[in-house]
């Protein structure tokens, strides 16, 4: 077995990388501790390497804490559901990534055969109509709108009558970022989801996001369902611990990773190598 | 918020009751202000590197008279923190020269087109004519986005939506301005980072091309430890001169850009609170430092 003094030195360590990853504190101490129980039972060998053994140990033990997490995909998920338009809200804070993601996800859907419309529901910004619009001319897909200042919920209702009399498979609404901490504008986001109905409430997560993902996580939820997560920018960051963070947190499946500013620049998560990657175990079997 | 909070002012607070530190409570008041900071998205090393300079410190003198040895300690901390984020007082801002020319660089989505807006309101209200360029040919709808923040101001802008080329925006954009007699142009850019080469190389260009005055980082405080090295990697292609701190309306401590500001050794003088364009102001170091420790 392991020595006590072994485990707390290898503990130590890992706390450090999760940290230095932006796990956030918390997060990364349920981790540490979760590992703990994993590592007291480890046999290690007497002799020879020690670290492949203490190292697959930390894999599982991670692997577990995920383990409830349910893996998603969209297609299979609308048809289950089989409704018509299905109707995917995008929500989260400023500067994330959600309409940039829209795009993307519209382009994945529509090169498997699928039609979309968008609601353009950030009435808000500046430039945030033109922004779709300049994403509709560019893929073909309609984008209903209203005036800046008007209520984003009645946008949302406009697409999805449009969507209904159209036969559009699937309704994306586009609603403004909003920090957790405006009261007001999450109580907007509560409402325009019930108006919503969305049969996929997507969270869009920055993956260079730090310990205030925890925050935005704990608060969001107060407010407004969140069925699955989409984290953006991971171009920037591939080791970004931030989806450990809120996979932990929210308990909700990821169901794609953006990768570039490009439309192609989408790909699917997958927590085992995610986990590899994050302590550097790549080459692990 | 509040129990994931606070460890450094529950710290103070344990300083304060106690009347001298022994040995223990100096271990236990550096072990609280490391974990303050690591949940402030202080990088790893740095938090160690700070709590020892802050230790040696203490241990190398007597406190002064008249001056217990808690309060010397507390004093050797928020002293530490704010000499690196600058010292009391409030943030320089001043345009040398007519027209001064501003660059703003930063990561994609940080908020660098909506803080030229708030700048260009700041230095408007300050009674300078201040101009608008938007030299991003990435996201869709970033002209009009300048635009329509622009015409809420009521100040020259130049944007071209044909156009693919950034340098020759710029180029274009100052001859423009120059002709406008403003006395602050601002040009804002397309988000980039560090593993995007080209539109590194792209930012280079626009640099050697306009050769601003100064290049003003937007960081969004809501970002880990990529604040720093984000920082450091723009750092590498053009000399970052100043940080503007976005999204301070969250509840994140700031402390990646404390980072930012120590690989740089640039300062943060403008502070972005919201998305309307008032929401701004300058830097405050106490402030910045009594919120990074949950004061
Ligand atoms: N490198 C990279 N950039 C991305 C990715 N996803 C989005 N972006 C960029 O991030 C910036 C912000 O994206 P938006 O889609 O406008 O973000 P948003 O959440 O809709 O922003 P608001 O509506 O203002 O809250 C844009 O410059 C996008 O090109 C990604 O996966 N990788
Ligand atoms: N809550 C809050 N939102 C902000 C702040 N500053 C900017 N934003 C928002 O952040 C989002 C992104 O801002 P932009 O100005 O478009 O960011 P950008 O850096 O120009 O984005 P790209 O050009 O795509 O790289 C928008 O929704 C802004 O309204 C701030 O201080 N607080
Ligand atoms: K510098
Ligand atoms: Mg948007
Ligand atoms: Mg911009």
Redesign the interface.
Known sequence: ELGEKEIEEVLNDLMNELLEYDVAFESAEQVINAIRSGLIKVRAPRFGDKTAVVNSAIYEAMLDLLRDIPDMDLIQDMQTKGKRPYIMMYLGPNGYGKTTTIAKVTKYLMDRRFSVVWAAADTFRAGAIEQLEGHSEKLGVKVIKHQYGADPAAVVYDAVQHAQSKRIDVVMIDTAGRMHTDKNLMEEIRKIHKVATPDLSVFVADAMMGNEALEIARTYVKYVPINALIMTKVDAYPKGGSVLTLLMELKRPILFMGTGQGYDDLQKFDKSSFIKQLLGMEGMQ | ?KD?TDSLSKLVDKIRGASHIDEETLKEVLKDLQ?AL????V??KLVYELTKSIEEEYRKEEPPSGISSKDYLLYLIYNKLISIMGGETEAKVELTKRPYVILLVG?????K??SA?KMAYWFSRKGYRVGLIETDT????????????AE?LNIPFHVDPNSKDAVDIALKGLEKMRKEKVDLIIIDTAGR????EELMKEIKEIYNAVTPDEVVLVI????????AA?AEAFNRNVPINSIFLT?M?????G??ALASVVRTGAKIKFVGS??YLEDVELFNAKKFVQRLLGM
């Not at chain 2, 990561?107 to 908020?111: A, L, M, P, Q, V």
């Not at chain 2, 990435?138 to 923040?149: F, I, K, M, S």
């Not at chain 2, 969004?220 to 604040?227: F, I, N, P, R, V």
């Not at chain 2, 309306?249 to 401590?253: F, G, I, L, N």
């Open positions: 918020m994931l974990r690591l949940k402030a998205d990088d790893v990561t994609e989505g940080s908020g087109t909506t807006g990435v996201r869709p709808g970033a002209h009009d986005q300048l635009r329509q923040l809420k980072h560090r593993n995007e969004d405080s809501t970002m880990g430890k990529q604040a984000q999204k309306d969250s509840t994140s401590r402390g990646g919201g998305e």
